[in-house]
């Protein structure tokens, strides 16, 4: 079975900062990889999403996202954060076309001024 | 489309009583999931619909909780009788199929007193 691992549970950054929320995951077969956002009182939001093809991934709000089958991770950066970006961001694996989503724990952006 | 649409958003009852959360995913789409968030526990799923046909359950906490899907534009979830540990975000989200990226509701608000 696969398994997802987000292993920070909180990342403060100041606004216009630089950051990357990190995922790695565990499996031995191919795999789709997803972010999503939950902003406060809301449910989650499809952020990006890799499948197969490019393994630089762009999604909303000038996110991106690598992945890297080598290291088994699908870090999430953005080079400038706002305000606005301070949520909640989940991993999460499929095994291609065999398996329902396996989200990590979360990682918590605070973005401060 | 709408997108998933749950009711209630917030619900307040005592301890002892039913509640009845209740689900219409986007259309066309044929899984459904249903999924608690506490702080405690995280986002975890409960169970899960393909073509209206429960295919796992074994995240459903006890017999307290039930779900059914009658039809493919409708789903619930029951909880009799209601304990306050059962307070939570309870979520719902559809997708085109069981390895697809998920659409989540904004989701229901249970506080069990």
């Known amino acids: 079975a696969q398994s997802v691992t987000q292993l920070d549970s909180q990342v403060p950054v100041f606004e216009e900062a630089p950051v990357e929320l990190r995922c790695n995951y565990s499996?031995?077969?191919?795999?789709?990889l997803f972010w999503y956002v939950q902003y406060p009182n809301q449910g989650l939001q499809l952020l990006l999403k890799y499948l197969s093809g490019s393994t630089l991934v762009k999604g909303i709000n000038g996110f991106e996202a690598e992945f890297n089958k080598s290291q088994t991770s699908f870090h999430l950066r953005k080079p400038s954060v706002h305000i606005s970006d301070t949520a909640e961001y989940f991993c999460?694996?499929?095994?291609?076309?065999?398996?329902?989503?396996?989200f990590g724990k979360g990682t918590m952006l605070l973005v401060s001024p | 489309d709408a997108g998933v649409i749950q009711s209630p958003r917030h619900e307040v009852t005592e301890m002892g009583q039913e509640v009845t959360l209740r689900c219409k995913p986007i259309?066309?789409?044929?899984?459904l999931f249903w999924y608690r968030q506490t702080m405690m526990r995280g986002l975890e799923l409960l169970i899960y619909?393909?073509?209206?046909?429960?295919?796992?359950d074994s995240g459903m906490p006890e017999d307290r909780f039930s779900a059914k899907m009658p039809n493919a534009s409708f789903s619930t979830l029951k909880i009799q009788p209601s304990e306050p540990r059962d307070s939570a975000v309870y979520f719902c989200?559809?997708?085109?199929?069981?390895?697809?990226?998920?659409?989540f509701g904004p989701g229901t608000r249970l506080t069990v007193l």
């Open positions: 999460a694996v499929t095994l291609s076309g065999y398996s329902t989503l396996t």
């Open positions: 499996s031995s077969v191919s795999v789709y």
């Open positions: 989200a559809s997708s085109p199929s069981i390895v697809s990226e998920q659409f």
């Open positions: 619909f393909n073509n209206n046909v429960p295919i796992d």
């Open positions: 259309s066309g789409h044929n899984s």
